[in-house]
């Protein structure tokens, strides 16, 4: 399940610096999103220590005690949401579906 964040959410997430590059750089072509950890790919850019970064393949791991891991987290065993740039095109083209 995908959640887009709301203009309160994000700044409820992010530090403020980061809630400006957002804003300057990304939100005219994409929403942030709450995303389960096993729904992250290489591609995705998503947000991990402070700052916004872009994950690749080899970053992605499948691990028998934690689950799927990103860049090494296992985002607490799946429990906690990771934020994720997700473009507003393909948003509305799932929902149409």
Known sequence: MIKILIAEEI???????LAEEFYQKYSFSFNLVEKHVSQISGGDTIVFD???KTVCSKDVKEDQLMGKT?????FNIGAKPVLALWPKKQLLYENIQ
């Open 11 to 17: 700044e409820e997430n992010l530090s403020k610096e």
């Open 50 to 52: 402070g700052a916004f």
């Open 70 to 74: 990103v860049f090494g987290d296992s």
